[in-house]
């Protein structure tokens, strides 16, 4: 485990290097297909990821039960699917139809297997639990994941939804071509000594409402047509936090005025990490807020690829909206 210094932060960091060839292979030893017999290759990657060495296992525990002051855990050099450089990125962003082999879904369910469990979405990628993040010709100006051109703008994964994700990972197949984009993030640890003290307790009232993510048929990106809600929540000196740069708006001039004090704030103290083949970033979704620089794609089938997991710690509280034996929430808006 090393922690390395990012202007007044410290971007938390696990590398390759300490990982040796036993470890490697329980990410590259093929198993289960997770599209076609999800729960085998997830209960499969769960026991694999007992094996892992002691020093990674207290680093995931360590994210897992204190978080950090940034919010997110780096894995840097892991193990990359084989010929991934003869595979395309999906130009859909829909699963791959060229990609056979699994390392990347096994690394994402290993190490997501230690902060809690595996879910997705109904709305999200057709319910995939494991979704491919990737330029798509056509939407370059939209708020999505899909988008390019434009900056993401910072938000906690799904703040309208009941059973939000605690934790979310990114992990990275390939980089855009220019080296550019960055994956940024703003933890609430380092904005919240920039609010006033009357900001603070106006953030912790329940006069804020979200809106609903484009990918959950919000196309038009309406503002605050989802629920209200309070921006900070729990511990007055350690708070978590709800908030969507784009889609959130207050329903006073006094919220408001708070509101634009934390995206001030979160302006202030963000940072961005470019993300490279074999890097996985584990975001604490409820204390830190994400983003993307925009950067250019140039279509050609080896854009910049993500595959993204979402991670919460406890089943049961979405058991209502999933069905028996399956991971996908299907809450409806």
Same mark, same amino acid.
């Given at each position: 485990?090393?922690?390395?210094?990012?202007?007044?932060?410290?971007?938390?960091?696990?590398?390759?290097?300490?990982?040796?060839?036993?470890?490697?292979?329980?990410?590259?030893?093929?198993?289960?297909?997770?599209?076609?017999?999800?729960?085998?290759?997830?209960?499969?990657?769960?026991?694999?990821?007992?094996?892992?060495?002691?020093?990674?296992?207290?680093?995931?525990?360590?994210?897992?039960?204190?978080?950090?002051?940034?919010?997110?855990?780096?894995?840097?050099?892991?193990?990359?699917?084989?010929?991934?450089?003869?595979?395309?990125?999906?130009?859909?962003?829909?699963?791959?139809?060229?990609?056979?082999?699994?390392?990347?879904?096994?690394?994402?369910?290993?190490?997501?297997?230690?902060?809690?469990?595996?879910?997705?979405?109904?709305?999200?990628?057709?319910?995939?639990?494991?979704?491919?993040?990737?330029?798509?010709?056509?939407?370059?100006?939209?708020?999505?994941?899909?988008?390019?051109?434009?900056?993401?703008?910072?938000?906690?994964?799904?703040?309208?939804?009941?059973?939000?994700?605690?934790?979310?990972?990114?992990?990275?197949?390939?980089?855009?071509?220019?080296?550019?984009?960055?994956?940024?993030?703003?933890?609430?640890?380092?904005?919240?000594?920039?609010?006033?003290?009357?900001?603070?307790?106006?953030?912790?009232?329940?006069?804020?409402?979200? $809106?609903?993510?484009?990918?959950?048929? +919000?196309?038009? =990106? *309406?503002? #605050?047509?989802?629920?209200?809600? @309070?921006?900070?929540? /729990?511990?007055?000196?350690?708070?978590?936090?709800?908030?969507?740069?784009?889609?959130?708006?207050?329903?006073?001039?006094?919220?408001?005025?708070?509101?634009?004090?934390?995206?001030?704030?979160?302006?202030?103290?963000?940072?961005?990490?470019?993300?490279?083949? $074999?890097?996985?970033?584990?975001?604490? +979704?409820?204390? =830190? *807020?994400? #983003?993307?620089?925009?950067?250019? @794609?140039?279509?050609? /089938?080896?854009?910049?690829?993500?595959?993204?997991?979402?991670?919460?710690?406890?089943?049961?509280?979405?058991?209502?909206?999933?069905?028996?034996?399956?991971?996908?929430?299907?809450?409806?808006?």
């Amino acid at each position: 485990m090393q922690t390395v210094k990012a202007a007044s932060h410290t971007l938390h960091l696990v590398d390759r290097y300490e990982l040796d060839k036993q470890t490697l292979a329980l990410f590259l030893t093929p198993g289960a297909d997770p599209y076609e017999a999800t729960e085998e290759f997830l209960f499969d990657c769960e026991m694999r990821a007992d094996e892992l060495p002691r020093f990674l296992r207290r680093a995931l525990l360590e994210f897992q039960v204190h978080s950090n002051p940034e919010g997110i855990l780096l894995l840097r050099g892991l193990p990359t699917d084989p010929d991934l450089s003869q595979i395309h990125t999906p130009g859909d962003a829909k699963r791959s139809t060229e990609k056979k082999t699994h390392v990347s879904e096994r690394c994402l369910a290993m190490i997501g297997s230690r902060l809690g469990h595996l879910v997705s979405y109904i709305q999200e990628k057709n319910g995939d639990l494991f979704q491919n993040l990737a330029p798509v010709k056509g939407t370059e100006k939209v708020q999505a994941s899909s988008g390019s051109q434009v900056r993401l703008q910072f938000h906690r994964e799904t703040v309208f939804h009941p059973y939000a994700p605690e934790y979310l990972l990114l992990y990275c197949l390939r980089p855009d071509h220019d080296r550019v984009a960055e994956t940024t993030y703003a933890s609430i640890s380092h904005a919240l000594p920039l609010l006033s003290e009357e900001h603070r307790e106006l953030l912790f009232q329940p006069l804020y409402r979200t $809106g609903i993510d484009y990918s959950f048929g +919000n196309l038009q =990106t *309406v503002k #605050g047509n989802g629920p209200i809600l @309070p921006v900070l929540y /729990g511990n007055r000196h350690d708070p978590f936090l709800n908030y969507d740069e784009d889609l959130m708006t207050a329903i006073t001039s006094e919220a408001e005025s708070a509101l634009e004090a934390l995206k001030d704030a979160v302006a202030s103290v963000y940072r961005g990490v470019k993300l490279n083949s $074999g890097d996985l970033l584990c975001i604490d +979704n409820r204390r =830190t *807020v994400h #983003g993307r620089s925009s950067f250019v @794609p140039r279509y050609d /089938g080896f854009d910049r690829w993500l595959q993204r997991a979402f991670v919460v710690r406890d089943l049961g509280e979405s058991a209502v909206d999933r069905q028996p034996g399956e991971r996908v929430i299907r809450t409806t808006f």
